[in-house]
């Protein structure tokens, strides 16, 4: 067999729902995400990382520089975003078979909404790591779907479970998720009644293969720090996962305040009228759906559908925020939130597969078809629309640190007293009272962490990367720590803020420059 053959047998092999899933993920990718893939626009993390080796085994990201691999240690935006689509558009297939998804166009409405949701944005704004991010994504999807079609498949399925965790910890609650929700539909299809041992086998296998790769993961981990002499960094809490100071009681709590707070006041999940409008019509027509399935299957006469529903209420918060559980100082902000694209996708999801026994007729099922088509169109819009205007303020951002640092290297440079490779002490933010926020997309983007604000620079070391990728110069910027003990001096507390005519000077062999606002709160 010839390479074309090859290829050509394996395309034949495809359903069309799978094929519709990958080319439209990647068409509506493309078509969202092209400025920011043809552009070098990066946010404060991807100034020091025009070339970085992914070696994140600190945060526990073994994976990590093996997943980055494929496309170089460069950030090269536009061969990292195909990659990263090419990647989301197989996660769009293995969900259209793990969901039993069987029409084209709801296949394509999961890759739509997968590709557009705005936590997909803010992967893209620290692109260097997208690709990896992406292979993380479809390797917890593919842990379920295995552990779903093969008999023993929840060995593999707990491999790539921990090889997910390896490169970036915060889709195990995607898998989590997709696990409950296959373990309701056994209850919906009516498996409980037909045979009770084979779905508490099944149920078994996802918690068996969810124990079993956290485990190898956390294993792999240890064993690699130990060869490399490393130790867990306090980033995000990772050291001391598990060590909830309030107790479990306080941290469970707050995860269920922040499930609600996010999905009805994050400005993210719906951004506007529309956007909320569609999420409600999608909405109702899932509750119709399980309405007319529940009278069906009389459902209401049984207690146990009750149980479930009450079930599925209190499961659903700790398991899409499960990373709080072992890592309760967690800030948890949108690119490790991705899971939530799952509530639109599961309600479409199950309405295709049941949606047309509780539409009796063809005039019922054409209506029910157009509204949910239109309701998740609306949403895919609105999504890419606030990934673009996240885009267009990434953009700014990065001219107006361009502006602002051209200024400020002039005017170091122009110091008396200055010479190449003098130590320059300064903080990194930029001062409000000299520089008015111009930012107008806060509405918008006020969660999309690293595409909101005005600047770039929010630490010394982000004005040292910047002047050295940017402008080609260099700043030898004095150390955090050193910089701790010069914040408090009166000489640095007496000068003026860049741009005033003090806000830079030479104090005992060091450039003191005084970026931030001149008086302190």
């Known amino acids: 067999m010839t390479a074309r053959q090859g290829m050509k047998n394996l395309y034949g092999r495809l359903e069309k729902r799978h094929k519709a899933a990958f080319i439209g993920t990647v068409l509506l990718g493309l078509l969202i995400h092209l400025p920011v893939m043809l552009s070098d ?67 394509v409405a999961v890759g739509g909404l997968l590709v557009s949701f705005p936590a997909l944005a803010s992967t893209f704004a620290y692109v260097f ?129 922040d499930f609600v707070g996010f999905t009805l006041g994050g400005g993210v999940f719906f951004q506007n009228v529309f956007s909320l409008a569609a999420m409600i019509l999608l909405g109702l027509a899932t509750l119709w759906v399980l309405f007319r399935r529940a009278a069906e299957q009389k459902w209401f006469a049984r207690i146990g559908f009750y149980g479930i529903l009450l079930l599925l209420a209190v499961a659903i918060p700790p398991c899409a925020s499960c990373i709080r559980l072992v890592s309760p100082e967690l800030n948890y902000h949108l690119l490790m939130r991705y899971q939530w694209v799952l509530f639109p996708i599961l309600m479409v999801a199950f309405c295709e597969k049941y949606g047309e026994n509780a539409a009796k007729g063809e005039p019922a099922r054409s209506v029910f078809s157009w509204i949910l088509a239109g309701a998740v169109t609306v949403m895919i819009f609105c999504y890419g629309l606030a990934d673009n205007v996240a885009y267009a303020n990434l953009e700014k951002k990065y001219e107006k640190t361009y502006a602002y640092c051209v200024r400020l290297l002039d005017r170091i440079e122009q110091t008396e007293g200055y010479y190449q490779g003098i130590p320059v002490a300064l903080v990194g933010v930029v ?91």
Not at 76 to 92: E, K, M, N, R, S
Not at 175 to 187: E, K, M, N, R
Not at 444 to 462: P, Q, R
Request: charged share 15%; with cysteine.
């Open 129 to 257: 790591t997208l690709d990896g991010y992406m292979m993380a994504l479809l390797l917890a999807v593919l842990a379920v779907l295995v552990t779903k079609k093969k008999k023993n498949g929840f060995w593999i399925g707990a491999l790539c479970l921990a090889f997910s965790m390896g490169i970036y910890q915060a889709y195990l609650p995607f898998a989590i998720l997709l696990c409950l929700y296959q373990s309701a539909v056994l209850f919906a299809d009516g498996a409980w009644k037909r045979d009770r041992k084979a779905v508490t086998a099944q149920i078994a296998k996802y918690v068996g293969m969810g124990i079993l790769g956290f485990a190898a993961y956390y294993v792999i981990l240890r064993v690699l720090l130990l060869i490399q002499g490393k130790e867990l960094a306090s980033y995000q809490g990772i050291g001391e996962a598990g060590m909830a100071k309030e107790g479990l009681v306080s941290v469970v709590k707050s995860i269920y305040f």
């Open 41 to 107: 626009i990066p946010n404060h993390d991807g100034l020091a990382s025009t070339y970085f080796d992914q070696n994140m085994i600190t945060s526990g990201r073994w994976f990590l520089t093996v997943a980055c691999g494929f496309s170089s240690y460069y950030t090269v935006p536009w061969v990292i975003g195909l990659l990263g689509l090419c990647f989301l558009g197989l996660t769009a297939m293995a969900l259209t078979e793990l969901l039993e998804i069987k029409s084209e166009t709801a296949a």
């Open 431 to 521: 001062g409000e009272d000299s520089y008015p926020v111009t930012d107008v997309t806060g509405k918008v983007t006020g969660n999309m962490i690293g595409l909101s604000g005005d600047y770039l620079l929010y630490t010394g070391e982000n004005y040292q990367a910047f002047i050295r990728h940017y402008l080609g110069a260099t700043l030898n910027v004095v150390d955090v720590d050193r910089m701790g003990e010069i914040y408090y001096t009166p000489e640095y507390e007496e000068m003026d803020s860049f741009p005033g005519p003090g806000s830079t000077k030479v104090v005992n062999g060091i450039l003191y420059v005084k970026t931030e606002n001149a008086r302190r709160d």
